[in-house]
């Protein structure tokens, strides 16, 4: 089928890289020291004469509160105050997205993204039956054998390794390289069940599709495969950006 007016937006790559920044650290969850922390002491500078760094003292001779003392205060710790999260214009975010989208269609950049893939149009456009006719995860694979997808979660699942570091140790076992992302109208269609747990997948709908999805690390060119009421929806969303 003829791609829309929509998958011919101008790259903006400065744009999604900003709006993916914008995305993605507005997940992340303040962090920040106690104020007091190494300054609940008696601890008091004895003044000059005794031969030590003037610096405050137990009793019993024992330096404490300052940065290079043992059970000090840290030098500069973590704050819960400190912006974290870098803000993005509404229609800086909307250009993101309608640009994110046009790139699924470029092949470039879909193949300099790392995807293997055997189809020559791009994104990957079915039909809605599909949503309702595919409840297996086999019955699944076949039908993106057929389309020309099935290699990139392939790939996805061939790649997966122990992440460096010690992210291992906290929840973040393993790095799954980012594969086929599915736009469909529900989470809930058999569809969407039966592909959900494949290496890599991510499934999004019209209404909370994100640059996080389209342009994973902030690098445009996601293979997609998008329904055609999913396709008509997106069009309705963002018309306004290619009118």
């Known amino acids: 089928m003829e791609l829309p007016e929509l998958f011919y937006y101008p790259i903006r790559k400065d744009i999604i890289n900003r709006a993916f920044l914008s995305a993605f650290t507005a997940m992340i969850q303040p962090k920040g020291r106690d104020p007091l922390a190494g300054k609940r002491t008696t601890a008091r500078y004895w003044g000059v004469g005794y031969g030590l760094a003037r610096v405050p003292r137990l009793p019993?001779?024992?330096?404490?509160?300052?940065?290079?003392?043992?059970?000090?205060?840290?030098?500069?710790?973590?704050?819960?105050?400190?912006?974290?999260?870098?803000?993005?214009?509404?229609?800086?975010?909307y250009m993101a997205i309608v640009s994110a989208l046009a790139a699924t269609s470029r092949i470039e950049l879909v193949k300099a993204r790392g995807h293997v893939f055997n189809t020559e149009k791009l994104p990957v456009v079915v039909v809605n039956e599909v949503e309702d006719a595919y409840s297996k995860a086999k019955d699944s694979k076949i039908f993106l054998e057929k389309v020309g997808v099935w290699d990139d979660i392939k790939r996805s699942y061939e790649k997966v390794r122990i992440r460096a570091g010690k992210g291992k140790m906290r929840?973040?076992?393993?790095?799954?390289?980012?594969?086929?992302?599915?736009?469909?109208?529900?989470?809930?269609?058999?569809?969407?069940?039966?592909?959900?747990?494949?290496?890599?997948?991510?499934?999004?709908?019209p209404g909370?599709?994100?640059?996080?999805?389209?342009?994973?690390?902030?690098?445009?060119?996601?293979?997609?495969?998008?329904?055609?009421?999913?396709?008509?929806?997106?069009?309705?969303?963002?018309k306004v950006m290619y009118i």
């Open 60 to 93: 019993s001779g024992v330096a404490r509160f300052v940065v290079s003392a043992r059970k000090g205060h840290a030098a500069f710790p973590p704050r819960t105050d400190r912006r974290i999260h870098e803000e993005v214009n509404k229609n800086e975010r």
């Open 171 to 205: 929840g973040r076992r393993y790095v799954e390289p980012r594969s086929v992302l599915f736009i469909l109208t529900s989470y809930r269609c058999p569809f969407a069940k039966s592909v959900r747990n494949f290496p890599g997948v991510d499934i999004a709908t």
């Open 208 to 238: 909370n599709l994100s640059i996080l999805h389209l342009a994973p690390g902030g690098i445009p060119g996601r293979l997609t495969v998008i329904t055609k009421r999913a396709l008509e929806e997106l069009l309705n969303k963002y």
